[in-house]
């Protein structure tokens, strides 16, 4: 059974509690590397990282020296870094490695120990692979019962929250956060890969924002936009966001909603659409200092405007904010009409009259 990152991230500390090797298993460019990264900074460790796929023996149990007529075979930097301090030492696309060396990862993962050297006790322990229920659309190798049971295994099938509430965090562009937030099929392709095809993935929307940013080019749509958005995601997703850009200036903001209370713009939205701008308003932070009488007025005559199961989900966002904007709101009237009582309603499943 597959998790997501915010379900991994709940239950990873239980397994590095104990000192037990954690292996990552997911298609390409999802993020496994990030999380991996992002977890040592939340635990105060440096990254010891190692590409599996790139090493051979020596790489991993070092060279001899001679003492006394016996051999001794002293660590690679890398690896008496891990023994010497507590890192998260991160062994990546170990599915790819040599036999031999996936023999050495064997015993460390078993042992905690190679070749006679130890890890340090704090030092933990993960790996990344893109084997699993994927592994057919990937040269990579097999690993059997044996090695697998060495290993805390997390098969990830990230969510679209998590790349998005990872954007937010990121600084991708509202740009491309607001594209992906409503065009969520175009963040990954989730089915097998045709050979030497360009497909979208998280990775992917990651460099090409960077690149946008870098040169300017979310201004407008042009064939500028549209080639490098091609090279890095693909022919469909290139087109959908060509024409997104064309008609960004169209989108509806959050100020839209708050300050200005232009509901014309949102009267022919459906679900998909209005749980977008909730998305914008949780993104954004939007509830988190509490708001002026006159947004919360407009908030509560778009609230009133709401299907029920969108108003219910602004509800939730807005707990997770200053808990002043839900009282106001709670008191408030929208044309004699009670925004208490029409919430009431919509928990009874009834839509006000």
């Known amino acids: 059974m597959a998790v997501d990152f915010a379900t991994f991230s709940q239950i990873v500390d239980h397994v590095t509690a104990v000192r037990k090797p954690v292996l990552l298993r997911g298609r390409h460019g999802i993020g496994k590397s990030t999380v991996v990264y992002q977890y040592a900074d939340q635990h105060g460790l440096d990254v010891v990282e190692r590409r599996a796929s790139q090493m051979t023996e020596g790489d ?22 891990a023994c010497d301090k507590p890192v998260v030492l991160f062994l990546d696309e170990v599915d790819r490695a040599t036999l031999e060396v996936r023999q050495g990862i064997f015993e460390l993962t078993d042992s905690r120990k190679l070749n006679g050297h130890t890890l340090h006790p704090d030092t933990l322990i993960f790996a990344a692979v893109n084997g699993g229920e994927h592994g057919s659309q ?4 097999e690993m059997d019962p044996a090695e697998l049971d060495r290993w805390t295994v997390f098969d990830i099938e990230p969510s679209v929250e998590d790349w998005l509430s990872w954007a937010t965090d990121s600084k991708i562009s509202s740009e491309v956060w607001n594209f992906i937030n409503q065009n969520r099929l175009h963040l990954e392709h989730s089915d097998d890969f045709e050979p030497n095809k360009v497909y979208p993935s998280r990775r992917s929307w990651e ?25 890095f995601v693909g022919f469909e997703a290139a087109v959908a966001f060509n024409d997104f850009i064309a008609n960004y200036d169209r989108q509806v903001t959050t100020e839209d909603i708050l300050v200005h209370g232009n509901f014309a713009k949102v009267a022919d939205f459906g679900i998909n659409d209005h749980t977008a701008i909730i998305d914008k308003f949780e993104a954004e932070e939007t509830f988190g200092n509490e708001l002026s009488q006159d947004l919360i007025d407009n908030l509560a005559r778009y ?24 009282v ?7 044309d004699g009409q009670s925004v208490s009582k029409h919430f009431v309603l919509l928990i009874n499943g009834k839509e006000s009259e």
């Open 138 to 141: 990937y040269q990579v190798g």
């Open 60 to 81: 991993l149990v070092g060279l001899p020296s001679i003492k006394a007529n016996s051999t001794k075979f002293n660590p690679p930097d890398w690896f008496k870094t």
């Open 207 to 231: 460099r090409l924002d960077e690149c946008l940013q870098k040169g300017r080019l979310l201004d407008e749509s042009s064939p500028t936009l549209y080639n490098l958005t091609a090279a």
């Open 303 to 326: 609230f009133i405007m709401l299907p029920s199961e969108v108003a219910m989900k602004l509800w939730t966002v807005m707990g997770k904010g200053d808990v002043n904007n839900t």
């Open 328 to 334: 106001k709101l709670h008191k408030s009237e929208v």
